[in-house]
T-cell receptor, first 110, second 116 residues
Framework: EDQVTQSPEALRLQEGESSSLNCSYTVSGLRGLFWYRQDPGKGPEFLFTLYSAGEEKEKERLKATLTKKESFLHITAPKPEDSATYLCAVQIQGAQKLVFGQGTRLTINP | GAGVSQSPSNKVTEKGKDVELRCDPISGHTALYWYRQSLGQGLEFLIYFQGNSAPDKSGLPSDRFSAERTGGSVSTLTIQRTQQEDSAVYLC??????????????FGQGTRLTVV
């Protein structure tokens, strides 16, 4: 069964304290891996798509990386406005739907 | 419009009533998805439309749920005889096209459905 697991469920950091969020996946064939950010009461906001192992993408303080089994979202010197739930999703070969993980709730304290 | 638009933003309904949720995708996007997000749960796939192809309904939880997409644009998700377990945020997303690279999906704000 196709599965996406995110860890940790919740993470509290001090402003400026860098860390990484993990997304591990078990799928029959990966078409793409997506990272989204979701603020309370809002829909998910697209961040990155990764297609192949070794690929990396960056946006401001965020960098996403991909291996054959997992993806990491690295956050460097975070600010309070980076507080949100970060969602990982995979798109499987031959299917159109995205399979989402449960998310990591990130809180950055000033 | 600039983004995916969903209406209403909030809906409270009595158990047993029917509800309709509307989604206006981004102009030019041929792929449209409906997801459900229950409290503390991840996003659950419901249905996918791609152009004029038959929709992928594999995620619909029961025959009380149905969706249509008129003219390849606006979509309506209908829940008949609502139950309390239907309470959730219903999210719509659209993408440029399905089945190829650069198919990132853009989400609307969601409709929060509460069945009392």
């Amino acid at each position: 069964e196709d599965q996406v697991t995110q860890s940790p469920e919740a993470l509290r950091l001090q402003e400026g304290e860098s860390s990484s969020l993990n997304c591990s996946y078990t799928v029959s064939g990966l078409r793409g891996l997506f990272w989204y950010r979701q603020d309370p009461g809002k829909g998910p906001e697209f961040l990155f798509t990764l297609y192949s192992a070794g690929e990396e993408k960056e946006k401001e303080r965020l960098k996403a990386t991909l291996t054959k089994k997992e993806s990491f979202l690295h956050i460097t010197a975070p600010k309070p406005e980076d507080s949100a739930t970060y969602l990982c999703a995979v798109q499987i070969q031959g299917a159109q739907k995205l399979v989402f993980g449960q998310g990591t709730r990130l809180t950055i304290n000033p | 419009g600039a983004g995916v638009s969903q209406s209403p933003s909030n809906k409270v309904t009595e158990k047993g009533k029917d509800v309709e949720l509307r989604c206006d995708p981004i102009s030019g996007h041929t792929a449209l998805y409906w997801y459900r997000q229950s409290l503390g749960q991840g996003l659950e796939f419901l249905i996918y439309f791609q152009g004029n192809s038959a929709p992928d309904k594999s995620g619909l939880p029961s025959d009380r749920f149905s969706a249509e997409r008129t003219g390849g644009s606006v979509s309506t998700l209908t829940i008949q005889r609502t139950q309390q377990e239907d309470s959730a945020v219903y999210l719509c997303a659209s993408s440029l096209r399905g089945g190829s690279p650069n198919t990132e999906a853009f989400f609307g704000q969601g409709t929060r459905l509460t069945v009392v």
